[in-house]
């Protein structure tokens, strides 16, 4: 088992920036793929990052493409979620998420370990 925690969501004017981290604790392996979801309110989970294990390959969901950065420290088990020039379509539930090595994937059944979730709330 894996143990994915989350910190760092909060209230954030429109245009500002916000990081989110989230340590693997447990079982933990680097091999592991990580990034982020997020879920708004009424609607379904949505990719947003991933990282492979070495941290050369990274994929982002249209929407975040340009403002959101995913990072990953695997001495630290951790990866973070930098977010910038944020928008208030960005307000949702984020998750992190680690799934098993291969080719980034962005639907949710690929993922095997989820966090709590943390709430980023973005005001006009």
């Known amino acids: 088992q894996v143990q994915l925690v989350e910190s760092g969501g909060g209230l954030v004017q429109v245009d500002g920036s916000l990081r989110l981290s989230c340590v693997a604790s447990?079982?933990?392996?680097?091999?592991?793929?990580l990034g982020w979801f997020r879920q708004a309110p009424g609607k379904e989970r949505q990719f947003v990052g991933s990282?492979?294990?070495?941290?050369?390959?990274?994929y982002y969901a249209d929407s975040v493409k340009g403002r959101f950065t995913v990072s990953r420290d695997n001495a630290q088990n951790t990866v973070s979620l930098q977010m910038d020039s944020l928008k208030s379509e960005d307000t949702a539930v984020y998750y992190c998420?680690?799934?098993?090595?291969?080719?980034?994937?962005?639907?949710?059944?690929?993922?095997?370990?989820w966090g709590q979730g943390t709430q980023v709330t973005v005001s006009s």
């Open positions: 998420v680690a799934g098993w090595p291969g080719a980034l994937r962005t639907d949710p059944e690929s993922y095997i370990y």
């Open positions: 447990g079982r933990t392996d680097n091999t592991y793929i």
């Open positions: 990282v492979n294990w070495n941290g050369r390959s990274i």
